[in-house]
């Protein structure tokens, strides 16, 4: 959706480096929501966030929200192949709870 | 605490082939979705149910898509004539409630020869 922007589109990183993934709206969010991906297989929630300035932390997995630029990020530091995988970002735009809108996705290959 | 849960798991048709994809929500999740994911892309909303009620389907095909959600529990998704464009995975989505987390089933992979 062009609403919802990610980048990068795709990622190589090596085990045990830090990487980051972006996700910019070009609307007002009212939630930003991170799943995770396997090929072929359905969505995994990682982490909600909603108000300005929020971060989330599971594991090695971090998410921010930038309220004033629309921007959310996702950071997973010392990067493991259990990381690999397609990160999606999915975007609410009303509290009346109209179904999550997803970017296109960033695809993460870590190689050991 | 049993997933969502989507059937079959693969189907392969011929164009111009009917195609039914079943869901089963989580127990007590009164919003059911069902996403429309093509290859290297987002899923996309094909419609979202409160109960029984389809409160947005804006983006279903309505000339060869159909849905229903019986009793507000499982749902059907049915194409029919299926086209080659219509390969794509199908996935079905559940929530307790508007504006809560989505949880997702494995998905349908359908393919259109």
């Known amino acids: 959706s062009q609403e919802l922007e990610q980048s990068p589109q795709s990622l190589i990183v090596q085990e045990g480096k830090n990487l980051t993934i972006n996700c910019t709206s070009s609307?007002?969010?009212?939630?930003l929501y991170w799943y995770k991906q396997k090929y072929g297989e359905g969505l995994i929630f990682l982490m909600m966030?909603?108000?300005?300035?929020e971060e989330k932390s599971h594991e090695k997995i971090t998410a921010k929200l930038d309220e004033k630029k629309q921007q959310s990020s996702l950071h997973i530091t010392a990067s493991q192949p259990s990381h690999a995988g397609i990160y999606l970002c999915?975007?609410?735009?009303?509290?009346?709870?109209?179904?999550?809108?997803f970017g296109k996705g960033t695809t993460l290959s870590v190689s050991s | 605490e049993a997933g969502v849960v989507q059937s079959p798991r693969y189907k392969i048709i011929e164009k111009k082939q009917p195609v039914a994809f079943w869901c089963n929500p989580i127990?007590?999740?009164?919003?059911l979705y069902w996403y429309r994911q093509n290859l290297g892309q987002g899923p996309e909303l094909l419609i979202r149910?409160?109960?029984?009620?389809?409160?947005?389907d804006s983006q279903l095909p309505k000339d060869r898509f159909s849905a229903e959600r019986l009793k507000g529990v499982d749902s059907t998704l049915k194409i029919q004539p299926a086209e080659l464009g219509d390969s794509a995975v199908y996935l079905c989505?559940?929530?307790?409630?508007?504006?809560?987390?989505?949880?997702f089933g494995s998905g349908t992979q359908l393919s259109v020869l």
């Open positions: 999915g975007a609410a735009y009303n509290q009346a709870g109209t179904a999550l809108i």
């Open positions: 989505a559940s929530s307790p409630r508007p504006n809560e987390k989505l949880f």
């Open positions: 127990s007590g999740h009164n919003t």
């Open positions: 149910y409160e109960n029984e009620e389809a409160v947005d």
């Open positions: 609307k007002t969010l009212y939630g």
């Open positions: 966030l909603q108000k300005g300035g």
